[in-house]
């Protein structure tokens, strides 16, 4: 997923995200599509963003499965790069073999 929204990749995005993905980021609902236009605009303004997951926990129980972890990353912009930190969590689900994002909640903690 990280992949697909550093790039801007909408369709890479699809492949792993549910077709009733949704998200709660920064304090909002956001469907998949909505959440790649807000990081999409954040980077024609010129912002980069560098996620990494840290300290992940997974559960797997049939064809659910959940994860929480820490996300380290940063936000570069012209007035120079910040680190952030954010806790996160997604669900995921097994269909047809193919394990998809079905949600994903971001509080930003830095």
Same mark, same amino acid.
């Given at each position: 997923m990280y992949s697909?929204?550093?790039n801007d990749d909408l369709a890479r995005f699809h492949e792993? =995200?549910? $077709?009733?993905?949704?998200a709660f980021?920064?304090?909002?609902r956001f469907t998949g599509d909505a959440l790649?236009?807000?990081?999409?605009? =954040?980077?024609? =303004?010129?912002k980069v963003y560098v996620w990494n997951v840290t300290k $992940?926990?997974?559960?797997?129980?049939?064809?659910?499965?959940?994860?929480?972890?820490?996300?380290e990353g940063s936000m570069r912009d012209a007035t120079g790069t910040k680190n952030l930190s954010?806790?996160?969590s997604a669900v995921l689900r097994?269909?047809?073999?193919?394990w998809?994002?079905?949600f994903l909640h971001s509080t930003r903690v830095s």
């Open positions: 697909a929204v550093t792993v =995200a549910a $077709p009733d993905f949704y980021d920064g304090g909002k790649m236009e807000l990081i999409k605009g =954040a980077h024609a =303004a010129g $992940p926990e997974v559960h797997i129980e049939g064809n659910i499965a959940w994860i929480t972890y820490v996300n954010w806790l996160e097994k269909k047809d073999g193919k998809q994002i079905q």
